[in-house]
Nanobody, 121 residues
Framework: QVQLVESGGGLVQVGDSLRLSCAAS????????MGWFRQAPGKEREFVAC????????DYADSVKGRFTISRDNAKNTVYLQMTSLKPEDTAVYYC??????????????WGQGAQVTVSS
């Protein structure tokens, strides 16, 4: 069992940066791949980024590639999403998830409660 809690969301301006954190409790965090997804109002949840258990492999949605960076610190049971050059279309609730390395919801069995990110123009 893994419990996930996101933090670091907020209201920022276009072009700003923000770092989301996801703290995990429970056993075997370091054995799980971690992912970030987001859901904007009226839209389906979409993949943002994922990282393998070791941190050696990452994948990104095309919409965030070059602007967002996913990383993890297994000693701290935490995964991060560094977001730069934020755009209004990045506004969404961001969820972290633990499971298998992949870009689909069904790759992940554990989900956090979400953190709101709002990018104002």
């Amino acid at each position: 069992q893994v419990q996930l809690v996101e933090s670091g969301g907020g209201l920022v301006q276009v072009g700003d940066s923000l770092r989301l954190s996801c703290a995990a409790s429970g056993r075997f965090f370091s054995s799980y791949a971690m992912g970030w997804f987001r859901q904007a109002p009226g839209k389906e949840r979409e993949f943002v980024a994922c990282i393998s258990w070791s941190g050696g492999n990452t994948d990104y949605a095309d919409s965030v590639k070059g602007r967002f960076t996913i990383s993890r610190d297994n000693a701290k049971n935490t995964v991060y999403l560094q977001m730069t050059s934020l755009k209004p279309e990045d506004t969404a609730v961001y969820y972290c998830a633990a499971g298998s390395f992949g870009t689909h919801d069904y790759d992940y069995g554990y989900w956090g409660q979400g953190a709101q990110v709002t990018v104002s123009s």
